[in-house]
């Protein structure tokens, strides 16, 4: 069965924040959102999906429950039609770790919600404090604690390369997310879009973005540990349609394969790692991988095959799927 988000874009509603890298505006293409419009936009995608697909309405974009209750409460009792009329087969949201209280959660509690995303972005307070995100650490995990005591699904988001973050500082939230019980992730290396204080930040010379490089080395770092905590990566980077490649975008690791491409180099560490000790010149190398997985492994443009071929020099290299194994797991046969 294949499971569809319907997405629901609410940009800035119920957010008093300007976070330095925002422009919500820009990422969801919409510069406003009506609720009137919830159904056309429920319908529209319900049109494209077949009746065997699990469906789910998603509310991203802004800060869900931070939104006017009567706003919300009416988003939900509309989005809670289409579950009973067993249409779609539950809600998530998505919204800020300081918008999460025993209050709020008596409200979601009444509606079929399943997965709450929480945009963490970093632990580090400083780094938070210089993106001005208007929350801390400790804020993270109390909202995590919450909605786990009442049996959500919780989701973290994170980000690569914000102002004054290290790979360590990342290092340290992925663990974060993965300690706190968080059963999916999202990654996001920073894009800097025009009209936001990034822009003017690294216009002053205060913040240098990511280069592609350098945002999908951190990223598999990250992927990793996410990996070894059984933590899905729902995604890595902006999708291809948010508005990339418009006249808004200015700098920063902007690649519509930037997922694909740390998926790759951390396959290439842990291909490296197996091999460690092992004679493969003049043999026949074969990588086995999980199903679905030997574009990943082979990397962008066979980029894994050619650095594995001139490292290890086998008279022959083969990539093959092994439906036992599941992640990033692989195994290395030589002959």
């Not at 959500?152 to 973050?165: A, D, E, F, H, N």
């Not at 999916?184 to 216009?203: D, H, Q, W």
């Not at 930037?258 to 091999?275: C, D, M, T, V, Y």
């Amino acid at each position: 069965m294949r499971h569809v988000n319907i997405p629901v874009f609410i940009p800035h509603l119920g957010c008093p924040h300007t976070c330095v890298f925002c422009n919500q505006k820009t990422i969801s293409g919409t510069a406003a959102f009506d609720p009137a419009e919830l159904d056309s936009v429920i319908e529209r995608a319900l049109r494209t999906v077949s009746p065997e697909d699990d469906c789910e309405i998603a509310f991203f974009g802004g800060s869900f429950t931070g939104i006017d209750r009567g706003v919300m409460t009416d988003l939900l009792d509309r989005a809670e039609r289409y579950v009973s009329a067993g249409r779609v087969s539950r809600i998530r949201c998505s919204t800020r770790p300081d918008y999460i209280s025993g209050e709020i959660l008596d409200i979601l509690d009444r509606y079929t919600v399943g997965t709450v995303e929480l945009g963490i972005q970093s632990v580090s307070d400083r780094v938070l404090a210089l993106s001005e995100r208007g929350h801390g650490k400790e804020d993270s995990r109390r909202a995590c604690e919450l909605l786990r005591e009442r049996g959500y699904t919780v989701g973290g988001q994170m980000m690569i390369g914000l102002p004054g973050s290290s790979p360590e500082d990342e290092i340290d939230c992925a663990r974060f997310i993965a300690d706190c019980g968080c059963r999916e992730a999202r990654v996001y290396p920073t894009i800097v879009f025009r009209g936001t204080a990034l822009s003017e930040m690294m216009r002053r010379g205060e913040y240098e973005p990511l280069s592609v490089g350098e945002a999908v080395a951190r990223t598999a770092d990250v992927l990793e540990i996410f990996d070894r905590a059984g933590v899905r990566v729902l995604r890595v980077g902006l999708c291809d349609s948010e508005n990339l490649h418009n006249d808004e975008y200015e700098a920063g690791p902007n690649h519509a394969s930037i997922g694909e491409l740390s998926s790759s180099r951390l396959f290439l560490k842990k291909i490296r790692a197996s091999l460690a000790g092992v004679r493969t010149e003049g043999r026949t190398l074969t990588v086995c991988v999980p199903r679905g997985a030997v574009s990943k492994a082979v990397g962008n443009r066979g980029c894994n095959r050619c650095a594995i071929n001139e490292e290890y020099k086998p008279r022959r290299l083969l990539f093959r799927e092994d439906g036992a194994l599941s992640g990033y797991e692989i195994k290395t046969v030589t002959d």
